[in-house]
Structures are given as C-alpha cells and as structure tokens.
C-alpha cells in the first residue's frame, strides 16, 4: 500500500490557538518535514498572508531535498474571472509546481454563507481549476465540509467533486472540516465516492471528536492515497489529525511504505522539535513519541517488560525513536534500580553492597519527599554519583539572593560564588524573581565553559508543599523542566526551603545537560 504524506503544520496548524510562526520558524519546521520524507508540504496561503508570500520565496533557496512544496488557497471569488481573481494571482505567484485549492461542497455554505446560486459555485471550481492548471501547475482539490455536504444533499456534494475533476484536478481530498464525522461514516461515503470518481483521493479531517487520526487511517483503508493532517496535530479548535500517529499506524499496523524506516526512527526527535518550535509542550501522554509512551511503572508490569516487552508494549518503542522507561518509586524493588542501571549502562550486581546502599538511599529520599519518577534526570545523576560515575561539572561555594521591592517594581538580584575544576567564579545578575536570579547567574559563570548551555531553557516550573510530618516544619517539591532542541528532562530539588529546593532541581538539570552533552560528544567522536 502506496500512502503519500501531506503535512499543512505550516497552514492549517498555524491556525492553532496559541501558534505564531515566524518566516525563520517555518523554514526551519520545512527542513525537517523534508528531512524525514514527507511528500508534500503546504507552506501556507501565498495570497492572503505577506508573510507566507515571504516563506514561499526564502524555502526556494534553503532547497528542498525530498518534499514538494504546495500553495494553498481558495477558488476565485463570485463576481470575478480566474484571471482577475486575486487569490489565484497570489497562488501562482508562489511558483510552486503544485496548488490547492478548496471549495465549497457543502449546499448550506453555498446558500448562507456565498449567497450564490449552486450552479454558480460549481463554475467557481471548475474554471479555477482550469486556470491554473492552464498555468501548467498541477491541482488538487481540497472539498471543503465534504462529509458534512454529502449527507445534506449527495448529489451536489457528488457535483463539486466532477466539477473539479472535470477541470483537471490531479487529486480530490476529502475534508471533514467540522470534525464531527464518525469513523463508519467516512468508511462508508469514501466507499460510494469510489464509485463515481476514478482519480486518487485524499483525506483531510479534523479532531472535533477525537476521531481524526482512526478516521484518517479508515479512509486509507477505503481506498483513500493521500493523508493529510499535522505535526502533533495541531490546529483551529481541536485541532487536525496528528500525522505523527498516522505515519506510525501506517507503517507500524498496516505495512505502508509512506516513509523509510530510518525516517521512522526520527519521528520522536521531529515530534519535539516541531512542538519547541511551536512554543507547546509535546504531552507526555502523546501516543508514540511521547515521554510516557513507553513508561512503566506498576511491579507486576516491570516484572512482566523485563521477561518479555511485548506483554505490556504494542510496538517496538525504537521503531519510532522513543524509549522504554522503567520508572522508578519507592515501591520499586531491587529489580527496577538493577533495570534502571543497566539502561545507564551501569554495572551493578544484585547483591553487592553498593546496591542496598543505593536502594536504602533511594527510599529514603522518597521517603523525604522525592519523587523520582517524576524526574529522571536526577535519578541518573544521584545513582552515578553514588557509584562514583560521575564527577559534577561544577562545585557551588555559596550562593545569595536578595529580593526587594522599590515603589511597585519587584527585582531579584542573585550572587554565587562556584569552581569548575580550579576556576573561581563569581558572578552575579538580575532575574524576575529569585529562582530566575538564580538561574540566570548560574549560566552567566558557566558560559565561557560550557558555551552548550545557551540551547537549554527552562520549560516548566512546579512547586508542591508537602505534608508536614510530626515535629518538621512542611517542605516543598520543586520539579524543574528543561529542554533543548532534541530533548527534555526533570529534575527535582526537596527542602524546607524553596530557595533551596528551586536550587537543588535548577543545578541538576544543568548537570544533566553538560552530562548529555558530554556523551554526545564522546560517541560522535566515536563514530568519527
Ligand atoms: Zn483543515
């Protein structure tokens, strides 16, 4: 089965609430959609935005290597000729081999909405397609509301679509612009377009009922040979269908060839890289690629993964570049901390002291108030500490921080004193608020060593009061997110203090960055 890629991320999912790209960004989001092998990429609607007009002519030099570039748009206006018409113009303007176009399939936009005769709209679609195809571009043709159409009023539903075909559309792509259709219905009315349409058809749906990636797959069933949706499926309202859940059921459940398996392995990465460009966090619930995708953490299922993956897996996390995690609790027996280390690649045996060292310490941590589950990262560093593995990249002297307010201005100023290696440093600098202060001082002594900590940020930032326990004053949990451009990490700092405990997760995940950063170095040395 032949399943060809169409990615709108660049147009359909900047209409995502919250989603502003740059002319940068979204050169940077088509490089990778090239870079995995999507087949189309729709860069946005040349007519209508100046700063779409601007990605169309600055993707031309970055050079696409696989993808195709499409231009998007409508059909001509009502009272006007293709020639005329300024959306067309714009369209073609773009100079893109391929353009879109939607139209109306739906009688009640037609009639409320245009205010048009039916036949009217029809002549709309059939001589826009005409024109550009006369232009020598090659058409598809997106059926706005198709679903939502071919139940009000089939045959006109049926017309629009001859219409364009008629004209010289190379592809007819189905919408289920609203995103209400119910899978069984998409199957069935591809099933009678089938009958009366002889040229490929594509799927277009968006996940007003959480339907839309189920509902794209069984279009492709159907018979259906474009997809259509966005990276994390992101757009309007709900959102479109996610096409990284697509490429994965595609590949994974039904054998399509629609990207290389090298390709496949890059869609976690990708996932993330276009989310951080997109300003959102990818949820760790996302199916495939997201953080929790593959983690386990009930005993029995641990248990269960170590003997065989596939008794709580149901594909192979690598396929698509994820990872297994176990994670780790106080209810975690030895069993776990062993699987946690030999994931780190630590050598730790089952019954050496060093391990119940590391198993009293770990519980008593938790028991103290850490949540190790929840931040990895400082697992990792605290167990190759405790083995003597690591050496930290930096030593805190002291620290200070001062916070006053003058008139209505609230201003943090913070002040540290650290060693890396034989180097004193002493620095200090500004923040809006005391942890930033301190965030911010911290990376202005370290930027001369370790000039890789300008790609990290902090991406969350969450505090918790703990339950006071008999005779202690409360503490708070604090877990600090932070991510780089292919990645993300917890870490976590427990203390009466929150200064204290804001400090303890803030230098871990700075740790943690230097460690990874470290490693990459050294297996791409490696390689070289
Ligand atoms: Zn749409």
Redesign the pocket.
Known sequence: MKVELYD?TLR?GAQSEGVSFSVMDKIRIAKKLDEIGVHYIEGGWPGANPKDMEFFKKIKRAGLKNAELVAFGSTRHARTTPAKDPVLKGLLSAETKIITIFGKTWDLHVRDVFRIPLDENLKMIADSVAFLKSKGRTVYYDAEHFFDGYKANPEYAKRTLLAARDAGAGVLIL?D?NGGTITSEISGIIEEVRAFVDIPLGI?V?NDADMAVANSIAAVQAGVTQV?GTINGI??RCG?ANLVSIIANLSLKLNSECLSSASLRGLTEASRYIAEICNMRQLDVQPFVGNSAFAHKAGVHINAILKNPKTYEHVDPTAVGNRRRMLISDQTGRSGILKKAQELELELDKDAPKTKRLLKLIQQLEHEGYHFEAAEASLELLMKRTLKKFNDFFRLMDFRVITSKEGAKMTSEAIIKLKVGKEFQHTAALGDGPINALDNALRKALKDFYPGLAGMHLSDFKVRVLEEKAGTAARVRVLIESQDSDDSWWTIGVSENIIEASWKALTDSIEYKLLKDARKRSSERAAS
Request: hydrophobic share 0%; glycine share 10%.
């Open positions: 709108t359909d919408c612009t277009h968006h259509q757009g309007e479109n």
